[in-house]
């Protein structure tokens, strides 16, 4: 079971970037399962972004623009760079990888 590791969340002012990663501990280069999610207090987890395929992607509209997912396969790893951040993006961030769920980094963007 791959079991996915999240890290870079934190503090940001409304209009900062941050740059979350994924580090997966098994091999993620032959799956498209691999997404990122997020869940703001009060609310439903809801999906930020994700890969439909080896190369494409699809995004929540609410993040189209600002933020961009990636992976390096051979570092078994997924990023989330965000940019243009706002209040409203304030939530965990979770990685979803091959059905198993990390344990979340938190993300508060100021105003």
């Known amino acids: 079971q791959v079991q996915p590791v999240e890290s870079g969340g934190g503090l940001v002012q409304a209009g900062g970037s941050l740059r979350l990663s994924c580090a997966a501990s098994?091999?993620?280069?032959?799956?498209?399962?691999v997404a990122w999610y997020r869940q703001a207090p009060g609310k439903q987890r809801e999906l930020v972004a994700r890969?439909?395929?080896?190369?494409?992607?699809d995004y929540a509209d609410s993040v189209k623009g600002r933020f961009t997912i990636s992976r390096d396969n051979a570092k078994n790893t997924v990023f989330l760079q965000m940019n243009s951040l706002k209040p409203e993006d304030t939530a965990v961030y979770y990685c979803?990888?091959?059905?198993?769920w990390g344990q979340g980094t938190q993300v508060t963007v100021s105003s």
């Open positions: 979803y990888v091959l059905g198993v």
């Open positions: 890969f439909t395929s080896r190369i494409s992607t």
């Open positions: 098994g091999s993620i280069a032959s799956t498209n399962a």
